[in-house]
């Protein structure tokens, strides 16, 4: 049996139902359009080809003259053309034609010179009729394609009110929870929904209930959509994919039908997942604002509520969404029996970047000497997607210095970039590089000899990134999760050194320190306002600023419900605060001027200095191995 010929870019295997392609059907009204079109061309060319006139073509003075020379026997006169006979040949040919002239005496000339003559009516009705038979045809066959093209399913004018999202296939989702790490406990939320999408009976016959929304929260990078495809990986259930702004549009009306057509399609493919990233574009509590409200985003947000509400929970249709701003949610949406089950998909801790990182290097040829524990533990702050930009960042300067595996100075190289910015290689003045020296210096020093502190891991004047200078960079020997009043104080004498610095011993100061100065004030500021570290105020929160849980953002007012006098207090305790800290970090670097000296001058000769150098340098023990296991936090603060 021969086997079907398939047309090219149709795949026979492609089983995603949101890609509605279909076989091209022949005998489509468009075509016969073009049929006619092509017949009444050739009908034209044939009568054009027909009625061309025969013999010489001769101007009408020549006709003239040979008339009156009574060389011409007969003509045929039309409305535009005149065709004759000569008498006798004339350059080989007896026939004729000229174009007609109106000329009222041609007829007496003919009469006189005994010339014989008829009329001719010759009818072009076919160039007449195309004329306008065309343009009306090309009408209706531009009609029927933006017909066709606006009521396709391959994003038309009339198919707005589709669903936009990407169905995946039970086969097409190849991540597992193999491919996620760092997340243990939102993991272990997440495979009771895989047991219940493999075997749903087993809790229905309990008379159980699953969760019908799953909303994982989280700061941006950490692997939420990656999570929501392993679970549909896992499950080898469809997976229905999109974003929250993809259901708002500028006509009211389009979400809600969007919304509708989503979960009309899911009960088709039940047992599915349906996944909204960026829940909050979409979810947004509503609110009467003095401007108005955006009509169309509450009308779908409803729409979805009364969906979820609707919907039988015994077809295992698990909606799943994420969002990095859940304070913004409507608490309608948050109610038990809609996104009843939050799950939080945190920065990943010491071990769990070791285990992203073993994930991201499966592909990447390491030396030897690589030890992704020291890497792990150089990475604090990291998500997951910064780990993964991290390992291609090493990956890429490996390969730019044509080294056949990557190795640990590439991974440190690249923390530098991510944290610094990208090395500027531009010429300062000797003035500049010694005053950017001290700088540095004062910072480093300062954070060494206080204890406590985050152990110097580098010193660097080289410029990098956006206006930084220089930088000094610390890095944690174990996750911290609290700061004390006396960490936070250590901290502001920190960013003060270099500052301080200037003035011990340069005498002068410089617009270098705009940036500490900035985040020591709002450390201050914050240290008084939020977390009721003043004895002058008390335990009470003056912000009025509600902050975002995940993102460094503020909104509400500008400030809190206080008085001009607590204001007032307020920035004397601030400033009390900064003058504390200026004047540890001056006692500091005055006691160790020499030190001072020594380290700024090795700074100038070899412009970055490693952590152990500068503890060498100050008589300091060598600090603890960073890949050491941190100690666990006691169960109440866990």
């Known amino acids: ?262 979960f009309s399609q899911a009960e088709q493919k039940a047992p599915c997942i349906i996944f909204i990233d960026e829940l909050d574009a979409l979810g947004r509590a509503r609110v009467q604002s003095p401007m108005g409200s955006h009509e169309e985003r509450e009308q779908t947000l409803n729409q979805l509520l009364a969906e979820m509400d609707g919907f039988d929970s015994r077809k295992a249709i698990i909606i799943m969404a994420a969002t990095n701003r859940p304070e913004v949610l409507d608490p309608a949406l948050l109610r038990p029996g809609r996104f009843d089950r939050h799950v939080l998909v945190d920065k990943p801790d010491v071990k769990g970047r070791e285990e992203v990182l073993q994930i991201h290097t499966r592909q990447v040829k390491l030396a030897p000497e690589v030890d992704l524990k020291i890497v792990a533990a150089r990475t604090a702050g990291f998500a997951g997607a910064d780990l993964a930009n991290l390992v291609n960042e090493a990956a890429l300067l490996a390969a730019r210095n044509d080294k056949a595996s990557v190795e640990m100075a590439d991974f440190d190289e690249a923390i530098d970039r991510l944290i610094a910015g990208l090395e500027k290689k531009r010429v300062m003045s000797r003035k500049e590089r010694e005053i950017v020296a001290y700088h540095e210096s004062g910072h480093a020093i300062v954070a060494t000899l206080i204890p406590g502190m985050d152990p110097v891991h580098k010193i660097s004047i080289v410029q990098r990134g956006f206006g930084a200078l220089g930088y000094t960079m610390q890095l944690p020997l174990e996750d911290r999760y609290l700061m004390q009043r006396r960490d936070l104080l250590n901290q502001l004498a920190v960013l003060l050194g270099g500052r301080t610095a200037e003035e011990i011993a340069l005498g002068e100061i410089s617009t270098g320190a705009q940036n500490d100065l900035q985040r020591a004030t709002d450390i201050a500021r914050s240290m008084v306002t939020e977390w009721g570290m003043s004895d002058a105020l008390g335990a009470i929160n003056y912000d009025g600023h509600k902050r975002s849980k995940f993102l460094d953002l503020a909104f509400g007012p500008e400030r809190g419900a206080y008085a001009e006098e607590t204001a007032r207090l307020i920035d004397a305790e601030v400033k009390r605060i900064m003058t504390e800290a200026h004047a540890q970090a001056r006692g500091i670097l005055t006691e160790h001027r020499d030190d001072l000296e020594r380290v700024t001058r090795r700074l100038l000769e070899k412009e970055v200095m490693e952590g152990e150098e500068l503890r060498t340098m100050l008589g300091i023990a060598p600090a603890a191995d960073p890949s050491a296991d941190k100690t666990p936090l006691p169960p109440g603060l866990q």
């Not at 198919?159 to 939102?186: I, L, Y």
């Not at 950490?222 to 006509?251: C, D, I, N, Q, Y």
């Open 1 to 262: 049996m021969a086997t079907p010929r398939i047309p090219p870019g149709i795949n026979p295997r492609d089983k995603r139902s949101g890609d509605r392609r279909a076989l091209p059907r022949p005998g489509r009204p468009g075509g016969a359009v073009w049929y006619v079109l092509g017949f009444l061309m050739l009908m034209a060319l044939a009568q054009t080809w027909l009625l061309a006139p025969t013999g010489r073509q001769i101007s009408y003075s020549e006709f003239k003259a040979a008339v009156r020379a009574g060389r011409v026997a007969e003509v045929t006169i039309s409305e535009q053309t005149i065709r004759g006979t000569y008498k006798a040949e004339v350059n080989g040919t007896r026939n004729f034609n000229a174009a007609r002239i109106e000329d009222p005496k041609l007829l007496e000339e003919l009469d006189a010179t005994g010339v014989r003559y008829t009329g001719e009516f010759v009818s072009r009705w076919l160039p007449e009729v195309i004329g306008w038979v065309i343009p009306i045809l090309l009408l209706l066959a531009l009609w029927s394609f933006f017909f066709r093209r606006m009521g396709s399913a391959e994003g038309g004018v009339m198919s707005f009110a589709r669903s936009k999202h990407r169905v995946f296939a039970e086969d097409d989702v190849k991540v597992s929870f193999a491919d996620v790490a760092g997340v243990d406990e939102a993991e272990q939320e997440l495979k009771e929904i895989v047991e219940f999408l493999k075997n749903p009976k087993k809790y229905t016959a309990l008379g159980g209930r699953i969760p019908k929304g799953v909303l994982l929260v989280g700061p941006p990078g950490t692997g939420k959509t990656l999570l929501a495809r392993a679970v549909a990986g896992e499950a080898k259930v469809p997976f229905f994919s999109l974003s929250g702004s993809e259901f708002v549009e500028m006509f009211v009306g389009v979400g809600a039908a969007r919304v509708r057509d989503l």
